[in-house]
């Protein structure tokens, strides 16, 4: 089982704590997410995603940096396509890319972009994996899509790994079509679901997603734990959390960072975090 923590920091000092935090207790990733604000309270401070990558890709040695997720509702892709060589070449060839349709309103609202129906939304995913997953291969010819075109593309220079881990969000058939199709890994996440609807539905969702992909070998299978999953509310709940889903086929949790009064479950499970692979 691999592990990593992921950090939505309000300060540059706040940011760099827990990148200290998460590289000295052994964490394998270190993430963050592509908002353009917090979705239920705009007093929160929110920075951009790809920027705060490229500061940890530089001031980290040895963990893995990446975006959970990079939202298409405000990039297009061939941006994303470049500044994900970039965070390659920064971090040596550290770079995990997490792609996702976007749900938020106020993404929309901020970046300007109307809302997309649920088959919009769908099908934008789609297009939009496929461009980057074409660009990130070499393949630059131009491109006319239904949602996204583009001409006279290079891809120079190319990045550091022979291909840079990519990551499709997905809890919906279409968009499990997308990971099958193109991702080297595909991350989950239960939203409002109980813990108990999400465990049963991501039972469903790797069976499909083993059919869909199985001439594709197998993908990394991540867990983006938040809401009705709790992992540092006890140290026995983490060993439950990594117990349960080991069991149903993941392979990597990602936890957020811990509120301040889970801070002493979090130093008791991180300091025995090998025990846990």
């Not at 309000?10 to 990148?19: C, F, L, V």
């Not at 993404?107 to 769908?122: F, I, K, L, N």
């Not at 070499?138 to 949602?147: K, Q, R």
């Not at 809890?171 to 409002?192: E, I, R, Y």
């Amino acid at each position: 089982m691999r592990f990593g923590l992921k950090v939505n920091p309000g300060t540059w000092d706040e940011a760099t704590r827990w990148a200290g935090i998460a590289e000295d207790a052994g964490f394998d990733g270190l993430w963050t997410g592509d908002n353009m604000r917090n979705p239920r309270d705009p007093a929160i401070p929110v920075h951009d995603g790809p920027t705060l990558i490229a500061a940890w890709a530089a001031t980290t040695t040895r963990i893995r940096v990446g975006l959970l997720i990079a939202n298409v509702v405000l990039r297009r892709p061939t941006l994303l396509a470049k500044q994900s060589v970039t965070l390659d070449h920064i971090s040596a060839g550290r770079f995990d890319l997490g792609i996702g349709s976007g749900v938020w309103p106020t993404d929309h609202g901020m970046s300007g972009v109307p809302m997309w129906t649920a088959r919009e939304r769908a099908d934008r995913l789609a297009e939009f994996v496929a461009i980057v997953d074409r660009l990130l291969s070499g393949n630059v010819d131009d491109y006319e899509g239904a949602y996204y075109s583009y001409r006279d593309a290079a891809m120079t220079p190319v990045p550091v790994q022979s291909r840079i881990p990519l990551i499709v969000a997905a809890n919906a058939p279409k968009a499990l079509a997308v990971a099958a199709g193109h991702a080297d890994a595909w991350v989950t996440f239960p939203g409002a679901a109980t813990e108990e609807d999400f465990h049963q539905a991501s039972i469903t969702r790797i069976g499909m997603l083993d059919r869909l992909s199985r001439d594709r070998g197998r993908l990394r299978r991540i867990l983006l734990a938040y809401g009705a999953i709790a992992p540092w509310s006890s140290r026995d709940a983490f060993v439950r959390l990594v117990d349960r889903y080991r069991r149903i086929g993941f392979d990597e949790i990602v936890c957020y960072a811990p509120k301040p009064e889970e801070r002493a479950v979090f130093d008791s499970v991180v300091a025995d975090l090998d025990a846990w692979r």
